[in-house]
């Protein structure tokens, strides 16, 4: 059983900065894909970005050069730097592992861009 919780949500004006981070536990395997995903009201979730067990990373056009993702494998943790934020940026974020054919999911923490 994997299961894993964010942390790091909030409020936070226009320019500013958060990280997330999302802990794993469970039968973790080394070459899980970690990533983020994000849902605001009344839209479809969407990938934000992720990243690999040998740490090759992707990212949505919408967060590249503001968002950073990484991972440490030995903490079972990816994080989520996020920077610049605009108000779009305000949603649900939630981390998912993928491993053994199936996508685990966390219980999401939510970011508010707001003035």
């Known amino acids: 059983q994997v299961q894993l919780v964010e942390s790091g949500g909030g409020l936070v004006q226009p320019g500013g900065s958060l990280r997330l981070s999302c802990a794993a536990s469970?039968?973790?395997?080394?070459?899980?894909?970690m990533g983020w995903y994000r849902q605001a009201p009344g839209k479809q979730r969407e990938r934000v970005a992720g990243?690999?067990?040998?740490?090759?990373?992707n990212y949505a056009d919408s967060v590249k050069g503001r968002f950073t993702i990484s991972r440490d494998n030995a903490k079972n943790t990816v994080y989520l730097q996020m920077n610049s934020l605009k108000p779009e940026d305000t949603a649900a974020y939630y981390c998912?592992?993928?491993?053994?054919?199936?996508?685990?999911w966390g219980q999401g923490t939510q970011v508010t861009v707001s003035s």
């Open positions: 990243v690999t067990s040998i740490g090759i990373t």
């Open positions: 469970g039968s973790i395997f080394s070459f899980s894909t």
């Open positions: 998912k592992l993928f491993q053994g054919g199936r996508d685990y």
